[in-house]
């Protein structure tokens, strides 16, 4: 069955360094999201993604966030340059049509 | 603002009996409504995705049901086992491009 893969499942990096996490969406899906979940708190929605432009965004997404498709298969989310509150799990998912999104195993992002 | 609700925050129960988990939303405008399962540490697994013009959606032991009008979801899992552990999820699509997530219930199934 088809999944979202993302690399890599740990990161851990200094404050001010800057990161890029990876997803690789299902192959067929043209809507692609980031998330992310603070440890002990709900999942939030950063971006969302479709016909190659950001579509929506939080208010979280500001402008040391951005999202990159670079080539048919891959998905990036970049953070410039990372903070300690930055430190969370990251999650990509993605859907066919505007339905059921599936979501990747994450990406554990430790920012010291 | 569109706010998700779900309680229980935490359940315990022996394995084999039913239950009910709970979510509530505050705007009824709902596109769809997607219940997930979450492992500690792990990624989200889809369990269940309800349209706005649906009422129920099945899935082996699982129900999903959906009331547009008064806000509110909920999920049934008949004859709890242990492997049914997790952290459970409900998030709302309204028409945008964004899931809006509760806090999750927290289920423990003992042998």
């Known amino acids: 069955e088809p999944e979202v893969t993302q690399t890599p499942s740990h990161q851990v990096t200094q404050m001010g360094q800057e990161v890029i996490l990876r997803c690789v969406p299902i192959?067929?899906?043209?809507?692609f999201y980031w998330y992310r979940q603070i440890l002990g708190q709900k999942v939030e929605f950063l971006v969302s993604?479709?016909?190659?432009?950001?579509?929506?965004k939080s208010e979280i997404f500001d402008d040391q966030f951005s999202v990159e498709r670079p080539d048919g298969s891959n998905f990036t989310l970049k953070i410039r340059s990372t903070k300690l509150e930055d430190s969370a799990m990251y999650f990509c998912?993605?859907?066919?049509?505007?339905?059921?999104?599936?979501f990747g195993p994450g990406t554990r992002l430790t920012v010291l | 603002k569109q706010e998700v609700t779900q309680i229980p925050a935490a359940l315990s129960v022996p394995e084999g009996e039913n239950l009910v988990l709970n979510c509530s939303f505050t705007?009824?405008?709902?596109?769809?409504l997607q219940w997930f399962r979450q492992d500690p540490g792990k990624g989200l697994t889809s369990l269940l995705l309800i349209q706005s013009s649906q009422r129920e959606q099945t899935s082996g032991r699982l129900n999903a049901s959906l009331d547009k009008s008064s806000g509110r979801s909920t999920l049934y899992i008949a004859a709890s086992q242990p492997g049914d552990s997790a952290t459970y999820l409900c998030?709302?699509?309204?028409?945008?491009?964004?899931?809006?997530f509760g806090t999750g219930t927290r289920l423990q199934v003992f042998p």
């Open positions: 998912a993605s859907s066919a049509y505007r339905g059921t999104q599936y």
């Open positions: 993604f479709y016909n190659n432009e950001i579509s929506e």
């Open positions: 192959s067929n899906h043209l809507y």
């Open positions: 998030a709302v699509f309204y028409n945008t491009d964004k899931l809006i």
């Open positions: 705007d009824s405008a709902i596109y769809n």
